[in-house]
């Protein structure tokens, strides 16, 4: 037996189980493998155990492992990376869902490269910093609403929700507040605008049940489904 056919079943088992602790159906949560550093042969494996949405980080990687995965129609990609304006060309028409977009500009460009290309609109998540930390992206609390204005507006966007990485923390209970502040947050903002913003991307290998107990519709997982990967290189 394969690690990820090992590893499949006990990932499921944990979201089912946490689903249960909070009343919801399992079928409301989407999970997301992270195959970014993996080859495109891990993501062929997992399709064949049945998993059919999948994460990548770098734009790059998305496009060459899309490419490689053509003959698996059925793959759904997510695009969980930080956006550069100048690599949009490569998730248009690849990304189901793009999952970090954290400014007007970048959105912008989303928006125009998908009109120019006759595309579908762009299913995207606004970022959310909720960590106080310095080195990651996102768009402050306070000025979500703001954000969410400006990306209603453009035609190429859908908007679907909110998305964020709270900081490191060993114990999985520790990431409770961020995401209990994210899902208080989407509620407000449903209020104050006209966006239904039915999706909530947080929680990871370590802290997915967390997640899912405070309102999560998708886990992105990928060291408990692939294993631990190698540090990444720029």
Same mark, same amino acid.
Request: contains cysteine.
């Given at each position: ?34 195959? *970014? ?27 060459? *492992?899309? *490419? ?18 100048? *690599? ?5 028409g690849t990304a !189901?869902?793009? &999952? ?6 970048? !959105? ?69 507040? &961020?995401?209990a502040a994210l ?22 290998? &370590?802290?997915?049940?967390? !997640? ?23």
């Amino acid at each position: 037996m394969s690690e990820i056919a090992r590893r499949l079943p006990e990932v499921r088992a944990r979201i089912e189980a946490a689903c249960r602790r909070a009343s919801r159906d399992p079928a409301s949560v989407t999970l997301v493998a992270v195959s *970014k550093t993996f080859p495109a042969e891990a993501v062929r494996e997992a399709h064949a155990l049945g998993l059919r949405e999948f994460g990548e980080n770098r734009a790059q990687s998305l496009r060459d *492992k899309a *490419k490689a995965l053509a003959d698996l129609d059925d793959l759904v990609w997510h695009f969980i990376g930080p956006i550069q304006t100048n *690599k949009v060309r490569y998730l248009v028409g690849t990304a !189901a869902l793009v &999952h970090a977009v954290d400014r007007e500009e970048v !959105a912008r460009a989303l928006s125009e490269r998908a009109e120019r290309e006759g595309a579908e609109k762009v299913r995207c998540l606004v970022a959310v910093h909720l960590g106080g930390e310095a080195t990651k992206s996102g768009v402050e609390p306070d000025d979500a609403e703001a954000l969410l204005g400006h990306l209603a507006d453009m035609p190429g966007l859908d908007v679907r929700g909110l998305f964020t990485i709270p900081p490191p923390a060993d114990d999985p209970e520790d990431t409770r507040p &961020h995401f209990a502040a994210l899902r208080t947050l989407a509620e407000t903002l449903r209020e104050r605008t006209s966006l239904p913003l039915p999706e909530l991307s947080m929680g990871m290998s &370590h802290d997915l049940e967390v !997640a899912i107990e405070e309102g999560a519709t998708i886990v992105r997982v990928g060291t408990a489904l692939f294993g631990p990967r190698e540090v990444e290189t720029t």
